[in-house]
C-alpha cells in the first residue's frame, strides 16, 4: 500500500470539511478524488503532502517512498531557461554522466591494479546510470518539452517572463521528470491545450507509479482513472472505475439508498399503525404486544434520508420563435494580426438544430471568428449571412452584459421580472450561486463569478442561435451536467469553442476543426472526430482539400443495435408487466382478507358487548340458565376474537 488515509478529519471556522475520510492508492493506483465546488478537494491533498495538518486521523507513505505534488497555482520562477530548469531534475544522472566520462579518461592513462579497480567502479556506476534512466533522460526531457507545448525555440527562453500558466507547465514538466512513485495533481489540464492534455493522458496512463488527481476534466478522468473517491458531505465513497463508470454507479447507490430509506420509512409507519391498532383494541395481550413492537421500533438503525439532487434545478433553453432552416453561411473569411495571420479561406454553413464545437490549437483564432460573427471584430476579407429570424444570444469571456451596481438576484430579476423567487433561485443555484450569494453586488464578484452569472442570463434567453465562448469554464461538474441537459434539450442551433471534451462529446452533433488555412469538418461527437482525425488530416492534406466533411459510417450499425436494444426492452417489459400485474392480485388479496378480518373482529366486539349488557343485565341475575349459556358464549366469542387478533397482526405485516 502505497499510501494510506484514515479517518482523516478536517474542521474550519464554517465548518466540518472533511469527516473521517478513509481511502488508500495503492502502487498501480490511477484515483481521481471528484466533488462539488467546496467539498474538500484540495484540502484533502494539501493534509496528504502536509501543507495541512488534519484535526484527526493519519497520512501515512510507504518507507521509501517518493511522491510530487502539484497544487494548482503552483510555477516555477527562477532566472534559469525552461530547458536547464527542467535538466536540473536530472541533476543526479548528469554527475553520474560526469563520473563515467572521467573514468573513461582515467582508464586511458593507467595500467594493472589500477586500471581493474577503476574498471569496477566504472562499470558498478554504469549499472546504476542505465537503472536511473541515464541512457533515455535526454530523450525523456524532448518529450516532456514538446508534450506540454512548449516549441523549441522557446526552450531557451527565461523563466522569470513566462505567462502564469507557462510556468505551471513548467512546474509539471519537473515533477513529471522527477519519477515519483506518487504524483499528486491538482488540476494539471487548466493551463494545457488539447493536444497537451492528450499528451498528458497518455504520459500518466502508461506511467509506472500511482497517480491521484483532483480534476473537474471528465473526459481526462474517463482516460485516465481507475479509482474514483467522491467527496460529499465530508465524507468519502469509493468507486472502481473511470467517471463514466463511477457516475453510473453512484446513480444506482443513490437510487438503492433511496429506496432503502423509503421502505423503511414504510415499515415504520406500518409498525406505528399495527402499534396503535393492538393498542385499540384495550386488552392485555394486544397492548403487551404493542409495547413490544414499540421496544423494538426503538432499537432499529435508522437510515439517514440520502441527499437528491434538486430535480427543480434544471435549465430549460427555449427559443420563442423558430429560425429558417439556413442558419449561418461563412465564406472565405479571414483574419490577421499585423504579419500574424490566424485563418484564411474559413468557409462553413450551420443548419437549424445543429450543435457545432470549435476546436483548434490555441492561437488559430476561435474566439475571435466568434467575435466577428457577432460583429465584436472585422474580418480582413470575407463575408457571413444569417438566416431567416436567426436571433443571436452570445456569451463572451471578456464582455459580460452586467451591472456592477446590481446585485445578483436583481440581475437576473430586472431582465426576466416574469420569473418567480424559486425559478431565479434555482438558476442561481445551477450556476454555484446559493444561499445569501444571491445578493451579492455584481463589482464585487471575481472574474469566474461573472462569467458564471452572464452565463446563467444568456441560457434564460429565448434566442435561437447560442454562440459561446467556453462555457463551462468555472463551472463545478454539476453544473456543467446541468448545462448539457439544457443545450441538449435545445429546439435552437448551438456555435460554441470549448476545450472540454466530456462536454463536446455529450453535446455535440458536428466537429470544425479550425487549422490556418480554414476548417476540417466531422459529423459526429468527440470520440468520432479522434477515431477519424489522423485519417481526415491526412485526407485533406493530400487532396489539398480544406472542407472535408466525413460522413458518420455508424449510423446504419447503430440503427440496427437500437432496434435489437428496442426488441430486448419491449420483451422485458412484457415479462415486468406480468409480473407486476400477478404482485397485483396477491396484494388485492391480502387487503380483502386484512379487511374481512377487521369485519369480523368489529362484529365479534359487538357480540361480545350484547353478551356482557346480558350478563350486567339485573333482571337476568335469577336465571341461572341464561347465565351459564352467556358464559359459554362469551368463553366461545372471546376464543374466536383471540384468534382473529392473531390473524389480523399476521395479515397486517
Not at 546504476?128 to 525555440?153: H, I
Not at 527565461?158 to 499528486?184: C, E, F, H
Not at 452572464?454 to 461538474?477: G, V, Y
Amino acid at each position: 500500500m502505497l499510501l494510506s488515509c484514515s479517518n482523516i478529519k478536517v474542521e474550519f471556522v464554517t465548518g466540518v470539511v472533511l469527516d473521517n475520510v478513509s481511502f488508500h492508492i495503492e502502487s498501480n493506483d490511477k484515483a481521481a478524488i471528484v466533488g462539488i465546488n467546496g467539498a474538500g478537494k484540495t484540502t484533502l491533498l494539501r493534509a496528504i503532502v502536509g501543507e495541512l495538518e488534519p484535526d484527526t486521523g493519519v497520512v501515512a507513505f510507504e518507507k521509501d517512498s517518493t511522491y510530487g505534488y502539484l497544487a494548482q497555482d503552483a510555477a516555477v520562477n527562477t532566472d534559469n531557461t525552461i530547458w536547464d530548469e527542467l535538466l536540473s531534475v536530472k541533476s543526479d544522472i548528469i554527475n553520474m554522466e560526469k563520473r563515467l566520462r572521467e573514468f573513461e579518461e582515467k582508464m586511458s592513462e593507467v595500467t594493472g591494479a589500477e586500471l581493474d579497480a577503476l574498471l569496477e567502479k566504472y562499470q558498478t556506476l554504469s549499472h546504476s546510470f542505465k537503472l536511473l534512466g541515464g541512457e533515455t533522460y535526454m530523450s525523456e526531457l524532448y518529450g516532456v518539452l514538446r508534450g506540454l507545448g512548449f516549441s523549441e525555440d522557446e526552450y531557451q527562453k527565461k523563466i522569470n517572463v513566462l505567462s502564469g500558466g507557462q510556468k505551471t507547465r513548467v512546474a509539471l514538466g519537473k515533477m513529471l521528470l522527477a519519477s515519483p512513485d506518487l504524483i499528486i495533481l491538482d488540476e494539471p489540464t487548466n493551463h494545457l491545450d488539447l493536444n497537451s492534455i492528450t499528451w498528458l493522458e497518455t504520459y500518466l496512463k502508461n506511467y509506472k507509479g500511482a497517480v491521484l488527481i483532483v480534476s473537474h476534466d471528465r473526459y481526462f478522468l474517463d482516460k485516465i482513472a481507475n479509482k474514483i473517491i467522491e467527496l460529499e458531505n465530508g465524507k468519502a465513497t469509493e468507486y472502481t472505475g473511470n467517471y463514466s463508470d463511477y457516475s453510473v454507479k453512484k446513480e444506482q447507490r443513490r437510487i438503492a439508498e433511496l429506496h432503502a430509506y423509503l421502505n423503511q420509512q414504510r415499515d415504520i409507519k406500518h409498525q406505528e399503525a399495527v402499534i396503535e391498532k393492538l393498542k385499540s383494541f384495550n386488552r392485555e395481550k394486544s397492548i403487551k404486544r404493542a409495547e413490544s413492537r414499540e421496544k423494538m421500533l426503538e432499537k432499529i438503525d435508522r437510515i439517514e434520508k440520502p441527499a437528491t439532487v434538486n430535480a427543480d434545478m434544471k435549465l430549460v433553453l427555449t427559443p420563442h420563435c423558430q429560425s429558417g432552416n439556413d442558419v449561418l453561411k461563412v465564406e472565405d473569411l479571414a483574419k490577421s494580426y499585423g504579419s500574424h495571420k490566424l485563418f484564411e479561406n474559413v468557409n462553413f454553413e450551420i443548419k437549424r438544430g445543429e450543435h457545432v464545437a470549435i476546436l483548434g490549437d490555441n492561437g488559430t483564432g476561435k474566439t475571435t471568428l466568434l467575435k466577428i460573427l457577432n460583429e465584436l471584430e472585422k474580418a480582413d476579407a470575407g463575408s457571413f449571412t444569417l438566416g431567416s429570424k436567426v436571433e443571436i444570444g452570445y456569451y463572451d469571456q471578456e464582455h459580460h452584459v452586467l451591472h456592477p451596481e446590481k446585485n445578483l438576484y436583481e440581475e437576473i430579476a430586472d431582465e426576466y421580472p416574469y420569473l418567480t423567487i424559486t425559478e431565479i433561485r434555482n438558476t442561481l443555484a445551477a450556476f454555484l450561486f446559493t444561499g445569501d450569494d444571491v445578493f451579492k453586488l455584481v463589482r464585487d464578484l471575481s472574474g469566474g463569478e461573472r462569467g458564471r452569472l452572464s452565463l446563467a442570463k444568456l441560457m434564460l434567453s429565448d434566442c435561437n442561435f447560442l454562440i459561446l465562448d467556453e462555457p463551462t469554464n468555472h463551472l463545478d461538474i454539476r453544473s456543467k451536467e446541468i448545462l448539457e441537459t439544457a443545450i441538449n434539450s435545445y429546439e435552437g442551433t448551438v456555435l460554441y469553442v470549448s476545450h472540454d471534451r466530456y462536454f463536446i462529446n455529450k453535446t455535440a452533433t458536428r466537429i470544425l476543426e479550425l487549422t490556418g488555412k480554414g476548417f476540417v469538418n466531422f459529423i459526429g461527437n468527440y470520440d468520432y472526430y479522434v477515431e477519424k482525425h489522423e485519417d481526415v488530416i491526412a485526407a485533406a492534406s493530400a487532396n489539398g482539400i480544406i472542407n472535408t466533411a466525413v460522413q458518420n459510417e455508424s449510423v446504419a450499425s447503430s440503427d440496427s443495435s437500437d432496434a435489437v436494444t428496442v426488441g430486448e426492452t419491449t420483451q422485458s417489459s412484457a415479462l415486468d408487466w406480468k409480473a407486476q400485474k400477478a404482485l397485483a392480485a396477491e396484494k388485492k388479496k391480502k387487503e380483502n382478507a386484512l379487511k374481512k378480518c377487521e369485519e369480523a373482529i368489529a362484529a365479534a366486539e359487538d357480540k361480545l358487548s350484547e353478551i356482557d349488557a346480558q350478563l350486567n343485565d339485573s333482571s337476568n341475575g335469577n336465571n341461572v340458565a341464561l347465565l351459564q349459556e352467556l358464559t359459554r358464549d362469551r368463553e366461545s366469542v372471546s376464543a374466536e376474537l383471540e384468534k382473529l387478533y392473531e390473524e389480523w397482526e399476521t395479515l397486517a405485516e
